[in-house]
């Protein structure tokens, strides 16, 4: 079944993008097997070259580096800081990225997956001023950042503490049409990845 990892860029507890990811999860279950990545998981120091022959750092590095590459797709919920993605967003890819320069042939894991940029913020712009940069950001790891994505201004208000995310049919249909997509397009990126097993 196609596999999609939902990454939570967003360290905060009660993080609405974490909230967000995890409102995605109950619909695309159906659909496919969702990893939701949290950074409680992952816990990794700001990158530095010299850390790199930390044999347990290493270890952790490669073990979230084969967590993303078992996926077929990413779905990113990402909060806006000053008009950028977070900082602990930046620091996961440059760490995952550079597996391939310390063992010598761990390629990125982002490689030709697609991906699909969603935000939810408590703010006018629903994150959408760091979307081209984490647009670029994938893009240079070699990620298939898909056209679409979707950007909740305000989506506190659509928080209830008992049911969750209300959000008005615009947004559902949206999430609804976006999320469609990335699954296609990794059910496609499964498909690939099993003929070329096969004729391996």
């Known amino acids: 079944m196609t596999r999609l990892l ?3 860029a967003s360290l905060r507890r009660d993080s609405l ?3 967000l990811l995890q409102h995605l999860q109950t619909g695309l279950q159906a659909h496919c097997v969702p990893d939701l990545l949290l950074p409680q998981q992952v816990a990794l120091p700001l990158f ?6 930390e044999p347990a750092l290493v270890q952790q590095v490669r073990t979230l580096h084969a967590r993303i590459a078992a996926c077929d797709g990413v779905l990113v919920a990402s909060p806006e800081y000053n008009g950028q993605p977070p ?7 440059d760490w995952v990225s550079r597996l391939g320069y310390i063992d010598g042939h761990s390629a990125s894991p982002f490689c030709d997956r697609p991906l699909l940029l969603c935000s939810a913020s408590t703010g006018w712009s629903g994150g959408a001023v760091a ?3 984490a647009r670029a950001l994938f893009g240079y790891v070699g990620a298939l950042v898909i056209g679409d994505s979707v950007s909740i201004p305000y989506a506190d208000q659509a928080w209830d ?4 995310f209300q959000f008005d049919p615009y947004y559902e ?3 609804d049409a976006a999320t469609q997509r990335l699954l296609g397009q990794a059910r496609h990126f499964q498909q690939q990845r099993q003929r070329t097993t096969e004729t391996a």
């Open 6 to 8: 939902l990454l939570s």
């Open 17 to 19: 993008n974490t909230r």
């Open 48 to 53: 530095d070259q010299d850390l790199e022959h």
């Open 87 to 93: 900082a602990y967003l930046k620091n996961l890819v």
């Open 131 to 133: 979307m081209p940069h």
């Open 161 to 164: 503490d008992l049911l969750g």
């Open 173 to 175: 249909t949206r999430l």
